[in-house]
């Protein structure tokens, strides 16, 4: 219950500060005198829910993100098992890979609207190359991570190649792909501003960024809390599958790790029984017989 309360009492708190600093018009260094109060927030966010522009917002984003994402998960899984398992495929895609990993989301706006006939497949190229990279990478580790004694376990009781795979190399990467799922999806929703520019319609990415160019700055912070509930309750979903499909991982409690971190006080050994020497403690001489007879 207290960890519980911790979570609860830290959002609250930053946004009573929020409002004190707000509605005080404090300017020490950064300017707080421009932001909307959490008052002015929460009367822009009661009345964008009561109409029906919102939640179409709402469908029409986890539409295009869901659809990206999926996309990015089946192919970042299968390109960083490809390139971690075949040297001929590091060596063709490894560089291309790499030079395009750190081109930003917003520099493929030009690319998705040449290149797309329609502004849906655009935004969903641009969710789903968001997402890509990051599913490619810690796929990529984690099955270079693999203990080769696996594989050759199997190996030595018969299995292929796709025995291997099946057996040893997706369900040991497992978890490091999970994580990778995991930040693609926080990614994705990072990019959905920009991925929602070229849109010209709707979208909560695309109204938050209209919000911004009409100096509507109460809208614009409404945008951004629902894209971060959103994205946490997202990357929750995937992280509690994760945790689901990789239940048969030791899991190791906060309070087993404390006490495996606290040494233990060493134990003085039982005082033999008086009048017993080394050579006639209790078991000593039982101790040298089986020894006797196992060596005989």
Known sequence: MRRYALRVLSPVAALALWQVLTSKDVDLWLRFSQFPTVADVARAFGARMSGPDY???LTDSLTRILTGFLLA?????????????????????????EVVR?????ALVPVAILLFPSNEQGIVFIT??????????????????LTPVWEEAVRTMGGGRWRVLGSVVLPGALPGVF????????????CVISAEMISGQ?????RTWQDYTVVDYPGVFVGMVTIGVLGWLTSTAVELLGRRLTRWLPRTAHGTAARAHRPDRPRKPAPAPAG?????????ARTEEARDEHLV
């Open 55 to 57: 939640w179409t917002d």
């Open 73 to 97: 998960a089946v192919l970042g899984v299968a390109t960083g098992v490809l390139v971690a398992r075949s040297r001929l495929a590091e060596d063709l895609l490894g560089p291309l890979l």
């Open 102 to 106: 750190p081109v930003p989301a917003i």
């Open 128 to 145: 789903c190359t968001a997402a890509f990279f990051p599913v490619l990478v810690s796929t990529r580790h984690a099955v270079r991570a």
């Open 179 to 190: 994580g990778g799922l995991s930040v693609g999806i926080g990614v994705s929703w990072i």
């Open 202 to 206: 709707y979208g909560v990415g695309y």
């Open 276 to 284: 017993d020497t080394p050579s006639e403690a209790p078991g000593g």
